[in-house]
């Protein structure tokens, strides 16, 4: 096991509300990008994901092989409103739900970090690659972030 893993998992929300302390309160809404979120977007989609993506990987332990359908994200910003969510309750959000991910994958035996399900469009994922997978996303969101600073 990476011995960076769990203790990049969780100091991620605090990088993030680091982040989100920065950016000018003016810019929480402005996107640089078409294609990516705004800074209030981020932290509400981070928010919002998180247990979508530790459902997903409780789905590998409790029935190993499962298949698993990808959400279009664009879609599910509208849906759940990331546009008008509250950026301090979206980072308190995103900190709770990213405790009780690290807690269920430090309560794993090696085994059962190696189960795997089968998403739609990466493919077969074992619990591991996928916390791997989530620690990137956190990434490629703080990359995003940074550029409003």
């Known amino acids: 096991m990476n011995g960076y893993l769990f203790p990049a998992l969780s100091m991620s929300p605090s990088l993030l509300e680091g982040f ?35 459902e997903r990987m409780e789905t590998a332990v409790r029935a190993p092989g499962s298949q698993i359908i990808g959400i279009d994200e664009w879609e599910r910003a509208k849906q759940v409103g990331y546009s008008t969510m509250d950026v301090a309750s979206s980072v308190e959000g995103f900190k709770a739900e990213r405790s009780k991910t690290v807690a ?27 916390a791997m997978n989530t620690l990137g996303h956190d990434v490629y969101h703080m990359e995003q972030l940074q550029g409003y600073l």
């Open 104 to 130: 269920f994958l430090r309560g794993l035996t090696p085994a059962q970090m190696n189960l795997e399900f089968n998403h739609n469009e990466l493919g077969p994922m074992s619990v591991k690659d996928y």
């Open 20 to 54: 989100i302390q920065r950016i000018d309160s003016g810019r929480l809404d402005e996107r640089m990008d078409p294609e990516r979120f705004s800074p209030r977007e981020v932290i509400g989609h981070m928010f919002d994901w998180e247990p979508i993506l530790r």
